[in-house]
């Protein structure tokens, strides 16, 4: 076979197997047999093309990416301007809210829950008592003892009411259920719907865990709060009844790697 001919296959092996080079334009020189070199520039021609569409769909990638980190910083603007409505109704609730996020999240990251999960608990923590906004004036209002039977029909309600106020926002993932299943309790005998154990999300069973924790050791004008080393006592006496024992032991894991405890 003619040299140039067999040059010419060879160099259309190399770019068939994705090595682009220009080797192939030393075949479009005047001291090529015309078919090689009108073979040979034609390939060019095909090289250059297909390189500038790869440069374009990089960019459309890039641009991709982009648009994906601005839906999912959004995403946490507008939960955080929800809690923050929440918050202009109930000054308690201002700083519990963004604190259950971040320790739920964390108790996530340390269960080795996957980015997402983690992202859409830590984001369930933020919005659980979202349900909130609707409630009377006179719930928001500081008191001590136990709620009158009237006022408990309207607080059972807010976890389903969370979930209503979050039912088409689908950016939201799995945190609306987290909303919805915050109040359940592993023996069946929390609210609103009387889910048992594993039918609990655990992003649910972990923010939970955390919603109690914040309040337990938070002050608020009728209770002072207790340490974090009793709230987890506390907590635990209740393992596998009421809280799940796997959430409570990454509560203590991450209280612990945090040294608050
Ligand atoms: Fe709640």
């Not at 076979?1 to 020189?29: C, F, H, Q």
Request: with cysteine; net charge negative; proline share 4%.
């Amino acid at each position: 076979m003619l040299y140039p001919v067999k040059r010419l296959i060879e160099i259309i092996e190399e770019i068939a197997r994705g090595n682009y080079s220009n080797d192939v334009m030393s075949l479009t020189t005047e001291d090529n047999p015309e078919p090689v070199r009108n073979i040979a520039e034609a390939m060019g021609m095909m090289m250059v093309k297909v390189e500038a569409r790869e440069y374009e769909l990089e960019m459309m990638v890039e641009r991709l990416r982009e648009l994906n980190h601005m839906i999912k910083e959004n995403t946490i603007k507008t939960v955080s301007a929800m809690a923050h409505a929440l918050a202009a109704r109930d000054a308690y609730t201002e700083g519990h809210t963004a604190r259950v996020g971040e320790l739920a999240g964390r108790m996530a990251s340390h269960m080795g829950l996957d980015e997402e999960t983690k992202e859409s608990v830590r984001l369930g923590g933020i919005l659980h008592d979202i349900g909130k906004i609707g409630f009377s004036d006179l719930l928001f209002q500081a008191h001590e003892g136990r709620n009158p039977p009237d006022m408990v029909k309207e607080i059972v309600r807010h976890p389903g009411l969370g979930a209503d106020i979050l039912k088409d926002m689908d950016f939201l993932g799995t945190s609306r259920e987290y909303v919805h299943s915050h109040h359940e309790r592993l023996d069946g005998k929390g609210y609103p719907r009387k889910l048992k154990a594993k039918d609990i999300p655990l992003g649910a069973r972990i923010v939970a865990v955390a919603d109690s924790y914040d309040a337990m050791t938070t002050d608020r004008p009728y209770q002072k709060g207790i340490s974090p080393a009793a709230a987890i006592g506390k907590i635990r006496e209740h393992a596998g009844i009421r809280w799940d024992e796997a959430c409570i032991s990454a509560l203590q894991a991450v209280l612990e790697e945090t040294g608050v405890i």
